[in-house]
């Protein structure tokens, strides 16, 4: 289950109680058949109002912090490298 939630972008919890909550069942996931297959969808963009400001993220690893700053426009850029770098 770990490795489906990782290879979705999902933290296994999650996706754990999302399965529990299907299931209705306490001890073991549902079988899911070929008619209940998980399809992925396409997010819509919306346009940015004027005026936003920057994304700003930090980072913290031990002892070490990165603060990133990224322009409010490339906002799918922005994610699209965060999510390359947590993996």
Request: with cysteine.
């Amino acid at each position: 289950m770990a490795a489906v939630a990782l290879a979705n972008g999902l933290n296994a919890n999650l996706l754990r109680s999302w399965v529990g909550k299907s299931s209705g069942a306490v001890n073991g996931p549902r079988v899911i058949g070929p008619s209940e297959e998980f399809i992925a969808l396409p997010l819509a963009t919306e346009p940015e109002p004027a005026g936003i400001a920057d994304i700003h993220i930090e980072l913290r690893r031990g002892a070490t912090t990165i603060t990133v700053s990224w322009p409010a426009q490339a906002a799918g850029d922005c994610a699209a490298w965060l999510r390359d770098w947590l993996r």
